[in-house]
């Protein structure tokens, strides 16, 4: 049976940061890709950062040097640590994993509110 859990949102004040983790598990193909997206309420779901089986990122250019995206491949974690979070980080933040058939998973999210 396939998990995907997000973890580590909350409330924080602006500047403040936030680590989230997406634990995996069930996943028979591995997995090729993970990524971090966010929606916030009434705006579609957004990208904020990717990284590939062999440590590759990318990262949007709204969240580029406050986030970092790594991976505990040991634990099947993906983490995201988020720094000087501003309020429009305010989201509902999803972690996406693709494994090597191709075959999406999502998370159900976890909800971070910066608070001004």
């Known amino acids: 049976q396939v998990q995907l859990v997000e973890s580590g949102g909350g409330l924080v004040e602006s500047g403040g940061s936030l680590r989230l983790s997406c634990a995996t598990s069930?996943?028979?193909?591995?997995?090729?890709?993970v990524a971090w997206n966010r929606q916030a309420p009434g705006n579609q779901r957004e990208f904020v950062a990717r990284?590939?089986?062999?440590?590759?990122?990318a990262y949007a250019d709204s969240v580029k040097g406050r986030v970092t995206i790594s991976r505990d491949n040991a634990k099947n974690t993906v983490y995201l640590q988020m720094d000087n979070l501003k309020p429009e980080d305010t989201a509902v933040y999803y972690c996406?994993?693709?494994?090597?058939?191709?075959?999406?998973?999502w998370g159900k999210g976890t909800q971070v509110t910066v608070s001004s």
């Open positions: 069930g996943i028979s193909f591995g997995i090729s890709a």
């Open positions: 996406d994993v693709v494994d090597f058939s191709g075959r999406p998973y």
């Open positions: 990284i590939t089986n062999g440590g590759d990122t």
